[in-house]
T-cell receptor, first 113, second 118 residues
Framework: GDSVTQMEGPVTLSEEAFLTINCTYTATGYPSLFWYVQYPGEGLQLLLKATKADDKGSNKGFEATYRKETTSFHLEKGSVQVSDSAVYFCALSGNYGNNRLAFGKGNQVVVIP | GAVVSQHPSRVICKSGTSVKIECRSL??????MFWYRQFPKQSLMLMATSNEGSKATYEQGVEKDKFLINHASLTLSTLTVTSAHPEDSSFYICSARETSGGKPNEQFFGPGTRLTVL
């Protein structure tokens, strides 16, 4: 079935550092890909998305490019802020059935001033 | 933008009691709503898919008699945790998919409900 794999472990970095969170997926057909962010004690917010190969999703300085050849959707931000500290989830939705989302395990990002 | 609310945001109950959680789409109609459970520092686990006017579809391993789902209208789905036990303590999150006019692959999430069973 469809699945999403995120890099292991939390990510701790200093303010203004470059952030990369790796995400790879396994799916049939052409899924849509998403990054969600969860701030402490809150639900998920859609950060960005891409619906077809080579699409680049971007929002709030974050970017991710839908790479079909490597089945990846890595999240990047050039200069993080303390306010970016949160848990980031990569997810995919197949283009069939009821569009269920499959989530990765999430990565805790901690930005230190 | 599409907004989904949940009520209550936090609930504490005694073991053996039942708790109802509401999920509402505030500015759009949702044929389909999803219920997730999230354990501390873990990902979301899909519990069930709720379709307006029909029975919910439960994921493998989720007890349908334990977690009752009702989707009576295009803007409201409820999850009732029956005879709650401490192991049911968790963060429950719902999401809704817009019926028409929206992008079919996009789900909008509620803020979650923290359930603590004593």
């Amino acid at each position: 079935g469809d699945s999403v794999t995120q890099m292991e472990g939390p990510v701790t970095l200093s303010e203004e550092a470059f952030l990369t969170i790796n995400c790879t997926y396994t799916a049939t057909g052409y899924p849509s890909l998403f990054w969600y962010v969860q701030y402490p004690g809150e639900g998920l917010q859609l950060l960005l998305k891409a619906t077809k190969a080579d699409d680049k999703g971007s929002n709030k300085g974050f970017e991710a490019t839908y790479r079909k050849e490597t089945t990846s959707f890595h999240l990047e931000k050039g200069s993080v802020q303390v306010s970016d500290s949160a848990v980031y989830f990569c997810a995919l939705s197949g283009n069939y059935g009821n569009n269920r989302l499959a989530f990765g395990k999430g990565n805790q990002v901690v930005v230190i001033p | 933008g599409a907004v989904v609310s949940q009520h209550p945001s936090r609930v504490i109950c005694k073991s053996g009691t039942s708790v109802k959680i509401e999920c509402r789409s505030l500015d759009f109609q949702a044929t389909t709503m999803f219920w997730y459970r999230q354990f501390p520092k873990q990902s979301l686990m899909l519990m069930a898919t709720s379709n307006e006017g029909s029975k919910a579809t439960y994921e493998q391993g989720v007890e349908k008699d334990k977690f009752l789902i009702n989707h009576a209208s295009l803007t409201l789905s409820t999850l009732t945790v029956t005879s709650a036990h401490p192991e049911d303590s968790s963060f429950y999150i719902c999401s809704a998919r817009e019926t028409s006019g929206g992008k079919p692959n996009e789900q909008f999430f509620g803020p979650g409900t923290r359930l603590t069973v004593l």
